[in-house]
């Protein structure tokens, strides 16, 4: 039912944007997030948003380089990722919540997508 894509290789500075589309159902009153997973490493929430879009969250290591937001009519979450490092490299998931209102959590999720490769070189 979440659909994400946009992933790929890009060159350290690059950008990407990342698409969650979710079908079946609509999310346009819950919240939803973007987690990422390094290898060797625990899933961490990166982005997360309200489901009006008026109250957003980023991880400390992405602010002022990563935007997240959404558009309810199309269904869409999308996350904007700018001068990208290596070290963002990692699986991305979206996810949708069971209320309104964001939680960095990944208990607070219970709809996943199946996740996008985003790989940055240096």
Avoid at 16 to 42: D, H, I, N, V
Avoid at 60 to 73: E, F, L, P, Q
Wanted: hydrophobic share 30%.
């Amino acid at each position: 039912q979440l659909q994400a894509s946009g992933g790929g290789l890009v060159q350290a500075g690059g950008s990407l944007r990342l698409s969650c589309a979710a079908s079946g159902r609509s999310f346009s009153s819950y919240a939803m997030g973007w987690f990422r997973q390094a290898p060797g490493k625990e899933r961490e929430c990166v982005a997360a948003i309200n489901w009006n879009g008026g109250m957003t969250y980023h991880i400390r290591s992405v602010k002022g380089r990563v935007t997240i937001s959404r558009d309810n009519v199309n269904n869409t979450v999308y996350l904007q990722m700018n001068s990208l490092k290596p070290e963002d490299t990692a699986v991305y998931y979206c996810a949708a919540g069971d209320t309104g209102y964001y939680t960095t959590s990944m208990g607070g999720y219970p709809y996943w997508g199946q996740g996008t490769q985003v790989t940055v070189s240096s």
